[in-house]
């Protein structure tokens, strides 16, 4: 179920990760950063073995060129 406290906890932990990490988030490539955070959000509780796996999983099929990391809307 969502709630609110849900909703308010992943900005804050996002924002954190922000400031901690990233320093600066691009608003043209943001729903790369917020897909990665919410991806590891997600698996936080998958041992390393799950996570490579669920990862490796995710990746198949998928290709992303330079170009296409540049020219992203």
């Known amino acids: 179920m969502a709630h609110t406290n849900g ?3 992943f900005w804050t932990l996002l924002k954190r990760e922000y400031y901690d990490i990233y320093h600066y988030m691009s608003t043209k490539h943001l729903h ?3 897909n990665e955070f919410s ?6 509780k998958a041992d390393t073995m799950q996570f ?5 999983d995710r990746m198949k099929g998928r290709c992303l060129t ?3 990391l540049i020219h992203a809307a």
């Open 52 to 56: 490579i796996a669920m990862t490796v």
């Open 66 to 68: 330079y170009g296409r």
């Open 32 to 34: 790369w950063y917020i």
């Open 39 to 44: 991806f590891h959000l997600d698996t936080a």
């Open 7 to 9: 909703i308010k906890s």
